[in-house]
């Protein structure tokens, strides 16, 4: 018998991806420089030179065996140092190799932290909006996903709500910053707030709630903006990293889990990582893929595009009357709704080919998320059919 | 809290990477060339020049979306089509590319395919001798892998002992062949006569009993050696394949899931996958390496070096009076021990730096495995040290 739970999903189309896909679809009938498409979070500026250079220079270098063949399972040993390396550089932490382990992508960090520190009916709690691969990612670890509702003036944490729904069976505590989808960036307070809470309810309830920071979008932040490492604020933090959207190689799968050197048995969970593997059939990203990219760790391709397009977004919504916070990082942006139903109100825009994603499933109804990692010019031309449709329709 | 059951796996020391640990340490001591290290199924043999020159083309050819993109989360179509294709050409089979599910390795595959087919608690069968790291993928599956004892005469399977194990929870067998570690492959009398025993058993528990067959040795097979397409014999076979040990790129994590067209529900099983996915941080092999291996299926790395070595052992474990059963392919010969514990037996092997890994973690107490993926050089060097331990020794 085939598993029950797979199949009911089959039903269950996400929002984004239909969108998606009758934006692609509407682009076969009028040509897809036409179709305003901010549906998805697919980076759009290429990948640094120097990556590709790194495998082509790692083919002649090394042997087939060094190259290509098994790596530890906790990731290859000179990889985790670099990784290491780097963040102390950058982030003044004492990490040590033995605080790294190498990942497929954010999503495979996540798989392995969450089965880190939650048993099947522990709960996770994140706050809305929230990215919502959230629900599998953590429902089908056994662990429960608790959502705290937004705080929409700001998108920072809504701590009243928060304090009503921490409880003895909160084991773990999932953010993301900068946030997909509203595009805003934690601030020191929040987070110096947030790792009180955790502090004082973990001595409440005698145990350790950890701090799960995912955090792909850490390189996409803007201009003035305080982007806090997470984990210099609170000691049980596992930091969640991939390197999809700051070198713009999502397809490569590969990031890593760090856990704060402050946490207690940090190593042990480094440890743990390669057990978990062994039941969920991770066994470690691309060896080549793991070798270039600990050479090119303190790059980023160049993403001053996604400021850019943030800012002729930003300035185009404000003048015709939206309500939207100012993003400090991502490529997103993520406005209220000219009606109260942002289904509604996205599938109006189709007649005007201006493709948003409606935030029901993001924790957030009444708003819509644009992604707008897309070219500058097309973000430009698609000021008018966002205009028309507005004036139009409301 | 930690999740106690991983922090009691880290007890559990694995003996193949005890031994294997101890032989790279005494070769520190002695140099590593006089220590006859077979503990580690490690391929020895380089990759083929046509698949670095794969991906040099490739970053030369294809656009940096193109190239390290977010592939679709079933895997690249092309890349499906063209895995189908192969299959279909060299097995006489019937796959379309909506039958095939990209997976970083075996381990990725297997993780799906159990998912597939059983919920908490269902059981999966398995026979000795066997892969231990089935134990870790199936348990942590939530399903019960059970372990039906070795037919040590030919290895081939205990259909007696079999029938006794097999009951209403069985929901899927599964079977490695050409079988790690004893280097047998399944006649097609056996397979055929397994297909019989899950098409009556099926019919009599009212479900369909599933035939995941993990495939990772396919491509060595020796010289002569019968060697079946295991899913041409039975309708509900998943087949779970992995590159690692045909083209020596183990590191790179890539394999597939193929679904026999004529199971019952294939193509939704597919579908299926990309669902599981979501739960296990799964999503897709590198973009890179599957469009590389694209290019490369209907080619293997050199693997002749495996069977010329097999000879040479077998050889002279037959002349130095040990019970042994030729293998039909892989890179493993499973001799029975010169006493009832193999344990005892590697142990004093040590003395003369010659390293097996006694077979008790494999369902079969009292033999041992070579792993003979190293040089033909080293394994000739390696007979004197045998011949003198045996004489010394019993």
């Known amino acids: 018998m085939l598993a029950q739970q797979y199949v009911d999903m089959l039903s269950k189309k996400s929002v984004i991806r239909g969108l998606s896909e009758y934006a692609v679809a509407r682009g076969k009938e009028i040509g897809y ?4 498409d901010y549906t998805l979070g697919n980076p759009s500026v290429p990948v640094p030179d120097s990556f590709n250079e790194s495998i082509i ?6 042997s087939s065996m060094d190259l290509h063949g098994y790596s530890q399972s906790l990731g290859i040993a000179e990889v985790r140092q670099a990784v290491a390396d780097s963040l102390n550089r950058r982030f ?14 954010a999503a495979g960090a996540l798989a392995h932290a969450f089965r880190l520190v939650t048993v099947p009916g522990d709960e996770i709690i994140t706050f809305a909006p929230f990215f919502p691969e959230y629900n599998p990612y953590v429902n089908l670890s056994g662990a429960v996903l608790k959502v ?37 960036v934690y601030t020191t307070e929040t987070i110096k707030k947030l790792a ?26 803007y201009a003035g903006v305080d982007a806090p490492y997470v984990a210099k604020y609170y ?46 059939g991770h066994n470690c990203p691309s060896s080549i893929i793991q070798l270039a990219v600990a050479e090119n760790l303190d790059i980023t391709s160049d993403l001053s595009v996604y400021e850019k397009n943030m800012n002729i977004l ?25 009606e109260d139903d942002a289904v509604a109100f996205c599938e109006k825009g189709k007649k005007y080919d201006f493709i948003g994603v409606p935030a029901d499933s993001f924790g957030c109804p009444g708003y819509f998320r644009l992604a707008y990692c897309i070219e500058t010019e ?11 449709f507005v004036k139009e329709t409301y």
């Open 33 to 36: 420089e036409n179709v305003f």
């Open 92 to 105: 003044g932490m004492k990490y040590e190799m033995d605080h790294i382990f190498m990942a497929s992508g």
């Open 148 to 184: 705290v509702p937004p705080q929409t003036k700001d998108f920072q944490i809504n701590f009243e709500e928060f304090e009503k729904m921490i409880g003895p069976k909160t084991m773990a505590v999932l953010v993301n910053t900068p946030n997909n989808p509203s595009g805003i």
């Open 57 to 62: 220079k790692l083919i002649g270098q090394k």
């Open 235 to 280: 000691d049980a933090t596992i930091t969640c990293y991939s390197f999809s959207k700051s070198l713009s190689v999502p397809g490569e799968r590969i990031g890593y889990v760090a856990i704060n050197p402050a946490c207690p048995d940090a190593k042990q969970m480094i440890v743990m990582c390669g057990q978990i593997s062994r039941g969920i």
């Open 196 to 221: 009180q809470m955790l502090t004082d309810k973990s001595k409440e309830f005698g145990h350790t709630i950890y701090l799960i920071s995912d955090e792909p979008y850490r390189e996409i932040v």
């Open 314 to 338: 930003y300035d185009e919504l404000k003048a015709l009357g939206f309500t939207v916070v100012k993003p400090g990082g991502t490529f997103y942006i993520f406005p209220k709704a000219l």
């Open 378 to 388: 097309k973000v430009e031309r698609s000021l008018e059919a966002l205009r028309k």
